[in-house]
């Protein structure tokens, strides 16, 4: 495994510091837009109007089980996942045990930007729906699985970068779609959870030293 970051490094504070800025400003930008999206926008409401009864549709359909994949249930067994592995090394492997848990923190923090920030901003969904809209909790489950996700992938496999960074976008973007075509979200509630996400994610990660993370050995692609 990696060596964890320490003190020492010259560089560590300073990455510290821009990460911690950088997801001050989107948790600004999420809460910003909660405020401006709290009554509605021109493009939410244009997008909503042009959908319009398509979740009826077998598009409909489709979305729903991509929805019923793609959500809530992402995070909480990726967590699971992470409790038993640091568990079970907690002797072998204190040192692992250690950034598993870590990583766990910050799989948290990031799924409950959702479960805060939505009574927050009371935002009505665009057909009737339980809870309220902004951000999406979907959208939010399945970024923050993906940040973690990329997290420890940059710690313990660094070849895999990229490649779980092109799989959790991809997963956030068609989560984010699918939700939209089922009219349960406005477009604002699933660009706000990704910021929101973000935003929690960098910051938690400075917190917790988990930055910067090891290097990709030279010459080691991306798996296809």
Not at 85 to 98: F, K
Not at 108 to 114: F, H, I, T
Not at 154 to 177: E, F
Request: hydrophobic letters at 50%; aromatic letters at 4%; glycine letters at 8%.
């Amino acid at each position: 495994m990696p060596e964890q970051p320490t003190t020492t490094s010259t560089a560590a504070p300073t990455t510290r510091r821009r990460l911690t800025g950088v997801g001050i400003a989107l948790l600004a930008g999420f809460f910003g837009l909660g405020l401006l999206a709290r009554n509605g926008t021109d493009a939410d409401t244009a997008l909503s109007d042009r959908l319009h009864g398509l979740w009826r549709a077998p598009v409909g359909d489709v979305a729903s089980i991509v929805s019923a994949v793609l959500g809530p249930a992402l995070p909480a067994l990726l967590g699971l996942s992470l409790i038993v592995s640091a568990v079970r090394r907690h002797r072998t492997d204190p040192q692992r045990a250690g950034l598993l848990l870590r990583v766990l923190v910050v799989l948290a923090v990031c799924r409950l930007v959702s479960a805060v920030a939505k009574p927050l901003f009371a935002r009505d969904r665009p057909r009737e729906f339980p809870d309220w809209a902004y951000p999406s909790g979907h959208v939010t489950s399945v970024a923050a699985t993906g940040f973690a996700a990329w997290l420890l992938a940059a710690w313990l496999a660094p070849h895999l970068r990229r490649t779980v960074a092109v799989a959790a976008v991809l997963a956030t973007v068609t989560c984010a779609a699918c939700r939209v075509v089922l009219d349960v979200h406005w477009l604002t509630d699933t660009v706000g959870a990704v910021a929101g996400v973000t935003g929690a994610g960098l910051v938690t990660v400075a917190a917790l030293r988990l930055t910067p993370v090891p290097p990709r050995p030279p010459g080691v692609e991306s798996a296809p």
